[in-house]
Structure formats: structure tokens, C-alpha cells
């Protein structure tokens, strides 16, 4: 069974519209964290998680908010998509350093 | 902020030789972590090096750690097809362990 789940695995969405990105883990983990994934940049983090409650910024947060309502939910929320923000979206919780990815949502913004 | 960084954009071999895919790092770091992504998956972890261990292996799979010098290698012998895939390094934040940073990764690829 996995333990990080992501939804939705494909979404297309049109500029200026809002969207979220779900993250639920069973690890029972206290950090999650949120990266994108473009050729020619690997995986770069955008906001991760220290616990319920908590969302720090990452690398590159400009666009993009968290949310971590409880210890297995982790949401990244673009609030105006812009097409720039078009790549796959990777969950992943973790545990002194070790981290466990989600399959990835690929996002399309047109 | 590029903490980690692979010296390779890809390398290609052939099944049952040795790979090695070097990595570069800039700050002081508590940990050095070597994870492997397959097309169409997210990564997973294969090693991680404490900044007081020297090497660590994990069946073919054999990580080196060298402070003095900001480097890593990890070592495939007895390369097989299945991996072929993209091979990242990432790194902590010494003031601040729980935030890693990967690198662009190397993609391998292992022919028959």
C-alpha cells in the first residue's frame, strides 16, 4: 500500500484559475514537503511542512501557498496559475532527512 | 539555492559493467543523501552518508563521502537494464537538517 498518496495525478487548468494539489501520507511523518520537477532544473523545493499547522518556504514559494491542516495532509495551492507554474508536483514526507515521494501530479497550465 | 550538484548530465553503459556518478556540494552539511527516479516514478532513496562516515554501501550500490574536498560519488557494479534511471545527490542545510536540496540529477542509462 503506498504511503504517500497524491491528487490529482493529471490536472489541466487555465490561466488565472486556482488550483490545488493534495498530498496525504500514512508514514505518521512529521515533515512534508513540496518540490517541482522541470528538465534542466531537477527537483526544486517550493514550501515543506515541520507539522500540523506549520509551512515554511522553500527554494521558489513565489506563486505558490501550503496548507497542513492535520499530520497526513499537505496541499499546495496555486491561487492565479500562470503557465510558468506548468511542470510535476512532488509530495513527499519524511523522517530524519530519509524522504518517501508520492507518484507526482502533472499540471498543465493553459 | 544549487547546494548539490552531479558533475554528469548522463552516462550511458553497457549491462554488467561499473558506473560511477560523481557529485559536487558547497556548504558543510550533517548528510549526503543518493536517490534514484525511474520514468514515470517519484525518487527513492539509496543511500545516505553521515558527515562522519567515509562510505556506505547498500548491495551493488557503494557511496563515498569526501568533506574536505565537497564530494560524493556513488558506485553501480554489475550494472543491469532496470538501472536505467535519473540519479539525484541532496544535501541539507547545516542550519537546518530537515530542508534537503537535490541536485539536477545524472540520467544513466544501461544498455544490454
Known amino acids: 500500500e503506498a504511503a504517500v498518496t497524491q491528487s490529482p495525478r493529471n490536472k489541466v487548468a487555465v490561466t488565472g484559475g486556482k488550483v490545488t494539489l493534495s498530498c496525504n501520507q500514512t508514514?505518521?511523518?512529521?515533515?512534508m514537503y513540496w518540490y517541482r520537477q522541470d528538465t534542466g532544473h531537477g527537483l526544486r523545493l517550493i514550501h515543506y511542512s515541520y507539522g500540523a499547522g506549520s509551512t515554511e518556504k522553500g527554494d521558489i514559494p513565489d506563486g505558490y501557498k501550503a496548507s497542513r491542516p492535520s499530520q497526513e495532509n499537505f496541499s499546495l495551492i496555486l491561487e492565479l496559475a500562470t503557465p510558468s507554474q506548468t511542470s510535476v508536483y512532488f509530495c513527499a514526507s519524511g523522517d530524519d532527512r530519509v524522504q518517501y515521494f508520492g507518484p507526482g501530479t502533472r499540471l498543465t497550465v493553459l | 539555492s544549487q547546494l548539490a550538484e552531479e558533475n554528469s548530465w548522463a552516462l550511458s553503459v553497457h549491462e554488467g559493467e561499473s558506473v560511477t556518478v560523481n557529485c559536487s556540494y558547497k556548504t558543510s552539511i550533517t548528510a549526503l543523501q543518493w536517490y534514484r527516479q525511474k520514468s514515470g516514478k517519484g525518487p527513492a532513496q539509496l543511500i545516505l552518508i553521515r558527515s562522519n562516515e567515509r562510505e556506505k554501501r547498500n548491495g551493488r550500490l557503494r557511496a563515498t563521502l569526501d568533506t574536505s574536498s565537497q564530494s560524493s560519488s556513488l558506485s553501480i557494479t554489475a550494472t543491469r537494464c532496470e538501472d536505467t534511471a535519473v540519479y539525484f545527490c541532496?544535501?541539507?542545510?547545516?542550519?537546518?537538517?530537515?530542508?534537503?536540496?537535490f541536485g539536477k540529477g545524472t540520467h544513466l542509462h544501461v544498455l544490454p
Open positions: 508514514n505518521n511523518h512529521n515533515n
Open positions: 541532496a544535501t541539507d542545510e547545516d542550519t537546518n537538517a530537515y530542508k534537503v536540496i
